[in-house]
């Protein structure tokens, strides 16, 4: 079965399933407007300052909106992985004629849109509310982003491969999402962060595609900034440790759970 088929497939089943339950679905992206709110009026409580430019509302709402697409693209593929273990269809679908190395980016891919329109959501409120984007930086951005994503579905793949295996390891890349977002400067700058937690930060993705965005999209980013060249090269470095690893990886736990039948308690 060809991979666009096989996404195909993906989108429609899983679109199908969250579109039953509307109100869900809506109440998902309505609970997106409370913290840009929230941010607006800390925006005009603490003015701004060198370490997050001239306005701390369009640092933050980048910052927010990255992450919440990041965050998607992150923990997709263990959440379908999960949903299809408590169902007990994980096993049926392995029997299909799907190649493993399909499905980190076809059971992802719903969620990956959700993210970014979730993140559209963001972008649109914040503006709306008058934060400053160079429209002129966006091109740059959306690659920035797009690297940033296959990142993420990389990392979110490694930790699907434990996850075959053990069943319980989608709460840790949820844990590290959140880390992420904090080292990575979302609400604040990375300088702000002790010595030894900004040399961390350097490892992290996260880093790289919010940094990068705001450098790209604000007059004034800040005192801490991630050129775009810089980040580009340094997110495809990450892109093929972490797709490679990844795929690798899931291929050999999916094995080794056949072997050791593993598969047959789902």
């Given at each position: 079965m060809r991979p666009a088929a096989v996404a195909a497939a993906?989108?429609?089943?899983?679109?199908?399933?969250?579109?039953?339950?509307?109100?869900?679905?809506?109440?998902?992206?309505?609970?997106?407007?409370?913290?840009?709110?929230?941010?607006?009026?800390?925006?005009?409580?603490?003015?701004?300052?060198?370490?997050?430019?001239?306005?701390?509302?369009?640092?933050?709402?980048?910052?927010?909106?990255?992450?919440?697409?990041?965050?998607?693209?992150?923990?997709?593929?263990?959440?379908?992985?999960?949903?299809?273990?408590?169902?007990?269809?994980?096993?049926t679908l392995l029997v299909e004629p799907v190649p493993w190395t399909v499905l980190p980016f076809a059971m992802n891919l719903w969620r990956v849109l959700l993210g970014?329109?979730?993140?559209?959501?963001?972008?649109?409120?914040?503006?709306?509310?008058?934060?400053?984007?160079?429209?002129?930086?966006?091109?740059?951005?959306?690659?920035?982003?797009?690297?940033?994503?296959?990142?993420?579905?990389?990392?979110?793949?490694?930790?699907?491969?434990?996850?075959?295996?053990s069943k319980r390891a989608q709460p840790l890349v949820v844990l590290y999402g959140l880390a992420a977002s904090v080292l990575a400067g979302a609400l604040f700058s990375v300088e702000q962060l002790p010595r030894a937690l900004q040399y961390v930060s350097w490892a992290i993705p996260h880093t790289y595609v919010i940094n990068a965005a705001r450098e790209a999209l604000m007059a004034d980013p800040g005192s801490f900034t991630v050129p775009v060249g810089t980040a580009v090269i340094a997110l495809g470095v990450f892109d093929a440790i972490a797709l490679t690893g990844g795929l690798w990886l899931l291929s050999r736990s999916m094995q080794y759970a056949r072997k050791m039948g593993l598969l047959s308690g789902y």
């Open positions: 993906f989108l429609r089943m899983d679109f199908v399933e969250d579109v039953s339950y509307p109100l869900w679905l809506i109440l998902q992206h309505l609970a997106l407007i409370v913290p840009v709110f929230i941010y607006y009026f800390i925006g005009e409580l603490v003015g701004s300052a060198a370490t997050v430019g001239g306005d701390y509302f369009t640092f933050a709402m980048i910052g927010l909106a990255v992450t919440t697409v990041l965050q998607a693209a992150l923990t997709g593929f263990g959440w379908a992985l999960g949903r299809a273990q408590d169902r007990g269809t994980f096993e970014v329109v979730s993140g559209a959501i963001v972008f649109a409120i914040g503006l709306a509310l008058g934060a400053q984007i160079d429209i002129g930086g966006v091109p740059a951005f959306l690659l920035i982003l797009v690297l940033g994503l296959l990142a993420s579905v990389g990392i979110g793949t490694v930790t699907a491969a434990f996850m075959v295996l």
